[in-house]
């Protein structure tokens, strides 16, 4: 059987006309994967994950989706009609890039496909593009990245800019087999402004597919940014999703991620503050039924004093579901008067299903406020109850109740078309699961 490093070698990304540093680092990324061994059972960082269910071999970058795919897909990619952008891929091919207005254009904004930023900004992308990976376990999965990626978007906003509109990035699956690479590349600059939503689809329930997608969000001094995701894969897509976010000084970060798709998803958020006064949060819901994982690893690093990072991590959970929380808060020495906070809740909805939490604070400063937390649970029996006894069906209580426990991390999305997008999503997957 072919390996997917050699279908890789086999179909490369067009790197013809690409710059020799890209080259070289597609070079590192492909020898990285090959080299570095797979994730093991004895592997802290893989603590608790079914490493030997992960499938990655049988697949490769596949071609454009037939015409009358491509516009049935891009009929699908409504999620937010009021945007500043928007692109949709399907695997790894643009479908269609809508691009910025005049306005934006003149004050200096970029949002390209990353071929075209390559070519049109190859010292910016030199210093950003591929050389920011998170340190939570997926290194050798990172490098696979680097050698196959060719689908993305670049973001450049610069100093004093603000986007009140969203950017909006579909990847799409549609090929049976296939294997997607998507990378968002945002950079906003000092005192920038802007909202970006990435949102992962498969075409049908049934085409297999692996997704190893990575973002890197760097915001400079007082720069704000708002970033959404939303993972709906089917059920038959295995998927790396690895973030990282750097914070300068007086910058506002907001990371939110929907997680509802896969059957196996491995979901890497890092956060390093690098600068006095940044605020990062990171949010995230999570939907699980059936037999599916979801691996939630998180990394807060604070190198700065006087910032505040903020986690919380919602879980609900059906059938023989399993989720894994893994959270660590780092203080540096220099970094006094941080405030940083983790916090996992879950809900299991079924006594079959399986929620890990591993919560961890590593302190070099003396002067902090920093805690951790994680809740496992069931739904409260006195309240639904007493939602029963005043007429609510058993099923219509267990759904309100589901969607109480996600809306403080909906409502914090501020485009409420996409908050009700996401409601509905929620919706779909839970209306046919609770009785």
């Not at 402004?193 to 049934?206: L, P």
């Amino acid at each position: 059987m072919t390996s997917l490093s050699e279908n890789i070698m086999n179909k490369p990304a067009n790197t013809a006309a690409e710059p020799i540093w890209l080259t070289e680092r597609r070079a590192a990324g492909l020898a990285q994967y090959q080299t570095l061994p797979p994730p093991a059972l004895n592997d802290e960082l893989w603590r608790f994950a079914s490493v030997g269910r992960l499938k990655i071999d049988d697949y490769a970058p596949t071609g454009a989706p037939s015409p009358a795919n491509a516009k049935a897909l891009l009929d699908r990619s409504d999620l937010v009609s009021e945007r500043a952008g928007r692109s949709v891929h399907a695997d790894d091919h643009s479908l269609c890039f809508e691009g910025l207005s005049e306005e934006l254009i003149a004050k200096g904004v970029l949002y390209l496909p990353i071929a075209d930023a390559l070519k049109a900004h190859p010292d910016l992308m030199e210093q950003y593009f591929l050389k920011t990976t998170t340190e939570l376990g997926s290194d050798k999965f990172f490098g696979l990245h680097a050698a196959s990626i060719r689908a993305g978007t670049l973001l450049y906003i610069p100093k004093g800019v603000e986007i009140e509109q969203p950017l909006v990035n579909y990847y799409w699956t549609s090929a049976q087999g296939t294997a997607v690479f998507p990378h968002t590349l945002i950079i906003a600059e000092d005192n920038a402004k802007a909202s970006v939503v990435d949102i992962f689809s498969s075409e049908t329930k049934e085409n297999e597919a692996l997704n190893i997608a990575v973002s890197n969000l760097h915001a400079a001094t007082g720069a704000k940014v708002f970033r959404k995701v939303v993972q709906d894969w089917n059920k038959q897509t295995t998927s790396f999703q690895l973030d990282t976010t750097i914070a300068g000084r007086d910058a506002q970060v907001k990371n939110l991620a929907v997680n509802i798709g896969s059957e196996r998803a491995r979901y890497e958020n890092q956060t390093r503050i690098e600068g006095p006064g940044a605020d990062v949060k990171m949010y995230s819901i999570t939907v699980a039924e059936d037999n599916q994982e979801f691996d939630q690893r998180t990394f807060q690093t604070h190198n700065a004093p006087n910032a505040v990072s903020d986690l919380l991590y919602k879980n609900a959970l059906l059938d023989q579901s399993r989720t894994i929380f893994s959270g660590l808060i780092k203080v540096a020495e220099g970094a006094q008067q941080t405030d940083a906070y983790q916090t996992n809740r879950n809900l299991l909805l079924d006594p079959t299903a399986e929620a890990n939490a591993l919560p961890g604070l590593e302190i070099l400063a003396n002067d902090v406020r920093c805690s951790h937390g994680a809740t496992t649970g069931n739904l409260d029996a006195d309240e639904l109850f007493y939602m029963m006894q005043r007429g609510i069906p058993r099923r219509t209580a267990m759904q309100l109740m589901v969607f109480g426990f996600f809306e403080e991390v909906i409502e914090k999305v501020d485009n409420e078309e996409l908050a009700e997008n996401l409601r509905q999503l929620i919706h779909k997957k839970f209306e046919a699961k609770i009785a």
